[in-house]
């Protein structure tokens, strides 16, 4: 059902737009999308829109699309019910997130099933503007490799089951869209050429793939990694593994958690330097703890202790961030020193291509989603629209 919002024209800003930046330029929203992109000075019949006016430096910019993000705001995807969705097409809009994939993790398969078909049945009921959308399921496990388990509970990881992921994304109606699994496993390669053959997003994690192992999977469709670095084996000058793959291989694109904690700052410039701006996409792998004080939280049946920006277990591994995409956008200009485009592909053009939503969402473009940011001068989320409704506005003080 789609209520009635306002059409709306942002007015005054710099937007970045698909094909260029534009200094001074209005954007027009009516139902749900963009109508109009242009210079001030081709600005006519502004009567029917409620004017938005924003200081000239402003910046008007596509919304970001998180495809690893577990839970803000106290709420998780693995609490499975309606409520946790809503928290999360909620409170995500503040970060500058648009629309995401909402991330199970490893845990009992009941478990597991009870959050994906929860997700589904919130999909075919989501508000349809003024919240974050979500546009699928990642399956962070249980596929992976005991190995390098990280956070995932070791006792309920299993090797890749071609019929229990058929029986889970018959259950889901098709939307589990990226699967993170390690390649290694037996039965890891089937998967793979079965999620390919299926428009699936197979996706290198959680995984102590050599390179050898990593180039069969690749041969046999995956093309994606998740959070490079973390919970694979470190680059070694005679066992590149999953992370030399990544950066040689242009077949991968890679995820990477850009908080200054799961990756320091110059293996982020390292990346950068190897894969550029269109071989990244910046997630959150954010938990439930993330916009919360800091304290003790429950991830997986797992106590975790957040504190001074970091979430880890009792035995000190890293268990989820609780980092904002807004400031992974923020931290990688300045981490590597790219420019504000090129952040932008990182964060919104690169996930919509690669989740093939690119046609309605991750860019701003006439006939596009009104899914648009505002930041500030300090690159700050100063407001969000999600398909043409404003879903956050930054109270000023
Ligand atoms: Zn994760």
């Given at each position: ?221 995956a093309n994606h990694v998740t959070h490079l670095f ?89 268990a989820g961030s609780i980092l904002r995409l807004g ?66 506005k930054k109270e000023e003080n």
């Amino acid at each position: 059902m789609i209520k009635h919002v306002n059409p709306i024209l942002l007015k005054g800003i710099r937007v970045y737009s698909e094909k260029e930046m534009i200094k001074n330029g209005f954007i027009k929203i009516k139902d749900q999308k963009i109508i109009e992109i242009g210079s001030i000075d081709a600005l006519i019949d502004e009567d029917e829109f409620e004017v938005i006016e924003l200081p000239a430096y402003y910046k008007a910019i596509p919304g970001f699309i998180d495809v690893h993000i577990h839970g803000v705001n106290g709420a998780d995807t693995m609490d499975a019910t309606k409520e946790a969705l809503d928290t999360m097409v909620t409170a995500l809009p503040k970060e500058g997130t648009t629309s995401f994939l909402a991330t199970t993790m490893t845990q009992e398969g009941k478990q597991i099933e009870n959050a994906l078909k929860n997700v589904a049945q919130y999909i075919e009921k989501q508000p349809s503007q003024g919240k974050a959308e979500i546009l699928g399921l990642h399956l962070e496990g249980p596929f992976v490799n005991a190995k390098r388990a990280g956070a995932q509970p070791i006792q309920h990881i299993v090797d890749p089951d071609l019929a229990l992921f058929k029986e889970w994304q018959t259950m889901t109606n098709g939307n589990i869209k990226l699967v993170t699994l390690a390649p290694e496993r037996p039965g890891g390669l089937e998967m793979i050429r079965y999620l390919k053959e299926n428009g699936i997003i197979a996706s290198i994690g959680h995984s102590d793939a050599t390179y050898e192992e990593v180039g069969e999977a690749i041969e046999a469709g995956a093309n994606h990694v998740t959070h490079l670095f973390n919970q694979m084996r470190g680059l070694h000058h005679r066992e590149p593994g999953v992370v030399g793959a990544a950066f040689l291989r242009d077949e991968l694109i890679a995820e990477i958690i850009v908080d200054g904690v799961h990756v320091r700052p110059e293996m982020v410039e390292l990346a950068y330097k190897q894969k550029q701006s269109d071989g990244l996409i910046l997630i959150t792998d954010s938990m439930r703890a993330k916009c919360m004080k800091n304290g003790k939280y429950d991830l997986g049946g797992q106590e975790v202790t957040v504190q001074d920006g970091k979430a880890v277990l009792a035995d000190g591994t890293l268990a989820g961030s609780i980092l904002r995409l807004g400031q992974a956008v923020k931290n990688i200009v300045n981490y590597t020193g790219c420019s504000l485009e090129n952040a932008i592909e990182m964060a919104s053009v690169n996930p919509a291509k690669q989740l093939n939503v690119f046609e309605r969402k991750g860019s701003l473009a006439e006939g596009k989603d009104g899914d648009i940011v505002i930041l500030d001068k300090n690159l700050e989320v100063f407001m969000t629209f999600c398909r043409g409704e404003l879903a956050f506005k930054k109270e000023e003080n």
